[in-house]
């Protein structure tokens, strides 16, 4: 194991938390903590344990806290370090106190993340299981939890690992062949067997891209906008939605902006009910900003919620509407079903080329079922629930998956070319270098520092 310092920080959310933990880790949390701990003596009591007590100031005697400590001895901990936490009741001035104490007493403040990366330097996690940490601080809905949770588990990790150990298996393959070749048509033979499993290793990574794309909808959610013209429903729509599915408000506690937003969970799907630019509400968007204008701000919305009036005939404006979104991710909600039917349903089918249409009478609360099943679908294919699949929720993880990709084609088309199987192995062991730095096992010191700056305080 590597040697530290002994680092300190206030491990929850700065505000008025009930609770606030003061969490030490290195060689001398123990000692340090039982420096200003009056209880029971801390440098030999069993592992894994927890003790009342009081916190003393060792200077002025003067008790500042009624306490728990929690003693944790390495290796069996988080940073496998030794590990202490002090448990207090909240109250900022005398947590600020407490932390001020360890450091006095030799701990030095934690740098953001800093548990973390010991963690991973130690050994304990890999870098995309420190990765997770931190999307689990940030996961807003309990769907995001579980891809977090799951990564922290380690499945990507194991994922990644197999997919490396077949590549580095082939070119040790293609060694041998061309080492000791048994057949005349070794040559054929050997890009035969790089092709097939370039392959697969290549369907592999498309497909854990694909859910990447499922993974970061669940951690941002769909961004929604609900546009129509004035007095069809969407305010109505927006009501039912809210009223069926609880509107979660979620605060995100331990980052530097404590974002506060709108989310409804619609059967697992976080719906992020968008109000920037004004459009939530748009009955008179185009009016107001113009059509191209309209048609930027609408782009940066995930999902369309088109509302039309069943009980109306289609106006120019509504055919404006379908005109600005169609090519976007587009639900059509035909409302007010409980009214004489007005609405041209050929010209509205025509119109949403193949988007699906649902009706409803929010008045009459029928309906809304129906749009929740086309939400889930629109996003999951129907298989949120298949839960078995471990998501990758990185930008960083994305963004070398496609540089994967990537070499991966360079060596099939090489292969392809008839190129010397040298060259075809460079694009090969390339791909196992790229996915071993998801992993961390290729990432440069730098990288890691950038990474683990991103955490919050006290992880
Ligand atoms: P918005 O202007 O598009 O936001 O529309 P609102 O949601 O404010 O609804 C306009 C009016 O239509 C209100 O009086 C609603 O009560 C009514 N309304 C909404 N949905 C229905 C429905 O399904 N059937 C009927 N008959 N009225 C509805
Ligand atoms: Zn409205």
Redesign the pocket.
């Given at each position: 194991m590597l040697d530290f310092d002994t680092i300190a920080a206030i491990s929850t959310p700065l505000g008025e938390g009930a609770i606030a933990i003061v969490r030490l880790s290195g060689t001398e949390a123990v000692s340090i903590a039982n420096r200003l701990y009056d209880g029971r003596d801390l440098d030999v009591v069993d592992s894994h344990t927890m003790h009342y007590g009081r916190v003393i100031d060792p200077n002025t005697e003067e008790m500042i806290e009624e306490v728990m400590v929690s003693v944790m001895r390495a290796p069996k901990t988080f940073t496998r370090e030794d590990v202490v936490e002090i448990n207090c009741h909240g109250g900022l001035a005398s947590v600020n106190r407490l932390l001020e104490l360890t450091l006095e007493l030799g701990a030095r403040l934690a740098e953001p993340g800093e548990f973390t990366k010991r963690a991973f330097l130690n050994g304990r996690i890999d870098l995309s299981q420190a990765e997770a940490v931190m999307d689990l601080i940030r996961a807003k809905t309990d769907k995001a939890m579980n891809v977090a949770v799951k990564q922290l588990d380690g499945k990507l990790s194991k994922l990644i690992e197999r997919l490396r150990q077949d590549l580095i298996e082939t070119v040790a393959q293609v060694e041998v062949n061309i080492d000791y070749p048994e057949y005349d048509d070794v040559e054929d033979m050997t890009k035969e067997l790089m092709l097939s499993r370039t392959k697969s290793v290549y369907q592999e990574i498309e497909r854990l891209l694909e859910m990447a794309k499922q993974g970061k909808i669940l951690r941002e959610g769909i961004s929604t906008a609900i546009i129509?013209r004035?007095?069809?429903?969407?305010?109505?729509?927006m009501n039912a939605l809210v009223q069926e599915n609880k509107a979660i408000v979620t605060e995100i506690p331990g980052t530097t902006r404590d974002v506060i937003e709108e989310y409804v969970n619609v059967r697992g799907v976080p719906l992020r009910l968008v109000d920037t630019a004004g459009i939530r509400?748009t009955?008179d968007i185009v009016e107001k900003i113009g059509v191209e204008r309209s048609r930027q701000v609408l782009k940066e919305a995930d999902l369309i919620l088109l509302?039309l009036n069943h009980n109306e005939r289609l106006t120019d404006q509504d055919r404006q509407l379908f005109d600005l979104v169609s090519d976007l991710g587009l639900i059509v909600l035909i409302?007010?079903?409980?009214?004489d039917q007005q609405l041209d349903y050929d010209e509205v089918y025509q119109l949403s080329q193949g988007h699906p249409v649902i009706t409803?009478?929010?008045?009459?609360e029928a309906g809304i079922d129906h749009l929740e099943e086309a939400i889930a679908n629109t996003f999951f294919d129907g298989q949120i629930e298949a839960d078995d699949l471990s998501y990758v929720s990185n930008v960083r993880h994305i963004q070398l998956l496609k540089q994967a990709l990537g070499s991966l084609e360079d060596a099939t088309s090489a292969i392809h070319d008839d190129m010397p199987m040298d060259l075809i192995q460079i694009d090969v062991t390339r791909t196992w270098e790229l996915l071993g730095e998801i992993i961390g096992d290729t990432v440069e010191d730098s990288l890691i520092d950038q990474l683990f700056s991103q955490f919050c305080l006290g992880k």
């Open positions: 129509g004035p007095n069809v429903g969407k305010s109505s729509l509400d009955e509302v409302n007010k079903t409980d009214l409803t009478s929010l008045i009459e």
